[in-house]
T-cell receptor, first 111, second 111 residues
Framework: SQTIHQWPATLVQPVGSPLSLECTVE??????LYWYRQAAGRGLQLLFY??????ISSEVPQNLSASRPQDRQFILSSKKLLLSDSGFYLC??????????FGSGTRLTVV | GESVGLHLPTLSVQEGDNSIINCAYS??????FIWYKQESGKGPQFIID?????DKRQGQRVTVLLNKTVKHLSLQIAATQPGDSAVYFC??????????FGAGTTVTVRA
C-alpha cells in the first residue's frame, strides 16, 4: 500500500533562517506531488506541484521554492523565512484524475 | 476555487442528527469531486468521491449528492457523532494534475 511521510511534525524557526521540509512517498511510482499551506482557520493554498523529477510548477510567487530530486521525494525550501511563512504545510500525492492523499503536515512557526 | 484569505463557515449540529454540508464548485468541465475531512492538527482525509456521470453516491453514514445543473455538491452525514467534528472540504478536479478546494466548513457536534 502507498504511504506518505512528512517531517518534521512541528518546527519553530527564527526570522531569516533557512527552511527545508521533506516529503517522501512509498508504494507508488511517478506520482504527482504537491505542497499546500494552510493558515489558521483558513482553507488550502496550493504552493507547488510536480508531475515528474525536476519538474516544478509554482502557483503563488513567494519566499518559498520546491525541488524534486527523486521520483518520490519532494522538498519545500526557503533561504530566509518571514513571519508570514508561518502555517501548516501539507504534502500530498496523487495519480492523474484521482484524489490526493495527504501527509500529516508540518506546523511551522516563524518567530 | 481556493479559499485563501477566507474564514471558514461553520455548522453546529446536535449529536444524532443528520448533517448537510454544501459546496458550490466553479468549473462546469470538472468531472471528479471529492470530500475531505480534516481534524485539528492533521492532514485532510478522503471521505467519499463522485464522478460527474453520477448524481448520488453512498458510503458508510455518508452520502454525496452532485447537481451539475447548478454546480452544487453536498455531503450528508447520518446520525452525526462527536468524532465527526472537523473541517470538511470539497474538491473538484479541474485538470489532470490539480484539485481545486472549496473554502471548507467547520462542523461542531453538540452532545
Amino acid at each position: 500500500s502507498q504511504t506518505i511521510h512528512q517531517w518534521p511534525a512541528t518546527l519553530v524557526q527564527p526570522v531569516g533562517s533557512p527552511l527545508s521540509l521533506e516529503c517522501t512517498v512509498e508504494g507508488t511510482s511517478n506520482p504527482n506531488l504537491y505542497w499546500y499551506r494552510q493558515a489558521a482557520g483558513r482553507g488550502l493554498q496550493l504552493l507547488f506541484y510536480s508531475v515528474g523529477i525536476g519538474q516544478i510548477s509554482s502557483e503563488v510567487p513567494q519566499n518559498l521554492s520546491a525541488s524534486r530530486p527523486q521520483d518520490r521525494q519532494f522538498i519545500l525550501s526557503s533561504k530566509k523565512l518571514l513571519l508570514s511563512d508561518s502555517g501548516f504545510y501539507l504534502c500530498a500525492w496523487s495519480h492523474r484524475t484521482a484524489g490526493y492523499t495527504f501527509g500529516s503536515g508540518t506546523r511551522l512557526t516563524v518567530v | 476555487g481556493e479559499s485563501v484569505g477566507l474564514h471558514l463557515p461553520t455548522l453546529s449540529v446536535q449529536e444524532g442528527d443528520n448533517s448537510i454540508i454544501n459546496c458550490a464548485y466553479s468549473n462546469s468541465a470538472s468531472d471528479y469531486f471529492i470530500w475531505y475531512k480534516q481534524e485539528s492538527g492533521k492532514g485532510p482525509q478522503f471521505i467519499i468521491d463522485i464522478r460527474s456521470n453520477m448524481d448520488k453516491r453512498q458510503g458508510q453514514r455518508v452520502t454525496v449528492l452532485l447537481n451539475k445543473t447548478v454546480k452544487h455538491l453536498s455531503l450528508q452525514i447520518a446520525a452525526t457523532q462527536p468524532g465527526d467534528s472537523a473541517v470538511y472540504f470539497c474538491a473538484e478536479n479541474t485538470n489532470d494534475y490539480k484539485l481545486s478546494f472549496g473554502a471548507g466548513t467547520t462542523v461542531t457536534v453538540r452532545a
